[in-house]
C-alpha cells in the first residue's frame, strides 16, 4: 500500500482514517478539513505540497503531528476488522444531523438554529 489515502473510499471513511492520528477538536485539522473536505486533507497529510491556510513551516508541522504511529498495513487490517464486525460510525458535524443508515453526507441535513 503505498499510502493512506488509498484506504480512503469517501468522506466518512477519510473522518474515520483521520481519527487515529488526529487529537479530538484538533483546531489546525479542523481548519482544513472546512475548506477541502475530509478526502482532501488526508491527501495533504501524505502529500509534501502546499496545505491551504497553513504556511510551509506549519504545514511541516501538521504533517509530523499526524504521521501515523502504526504502518499502514496495520491501519487497512483495523478498517477491514471495523468493516467486518458491522460498526455503523456517526459522524456528528456541528450544524449537520445524519442518519447512518442513509449513507455518505450529501443525505445530511442542514440544521437551522432556531430563532430565540
Known amino acids: 500500500m503505498s499510502a493512506i489515502t488509498d484506504l480512503a473510499q469517501n468522506e466518512r471513511t477519510a473522518r ?7 487529537e479530538p477538536d484538533d483546531p489546525v485539522t479542523g481548519r482544513v478539513l ?5 478526502v482532501e486533507t488526508l491527501r495533504l497529510v501524505d502529500d509534501e505540497g502546499a496545505v491551504p491556510g497553513l504556511n510551509r513551516v506549519d504545514a511541516a508541522m501538521w504533517r509530523d503531528r499526524l ?24 459522524m456528528k458535524r456541528p450544524g449537520f444531523r445524519s442518519d447512518p443508515t442513509e449513507g455518505e453526507s ?8 432556531r430563532a430565540a
Open 67 to 90: 504521521a501515523l504511529p502504526h504502518r499502514l498495513e496495520d491501519v487497512a487490517e483495523r478498517m477491514h476488522g471495523m468493516d467486518q464486525s458491522g460498526v455503523t460510525v456517526l
Open 16 to 22: 474515520m482514517l483521520l481519527s487515529i492520528p488526529a
Open 106 to 113: 450529501e443525505h445530511a441535513q442542514e440544521v437551522q438554529p
Open 34 to 38: 472546512a475548506r477541502v473536505g475530509a
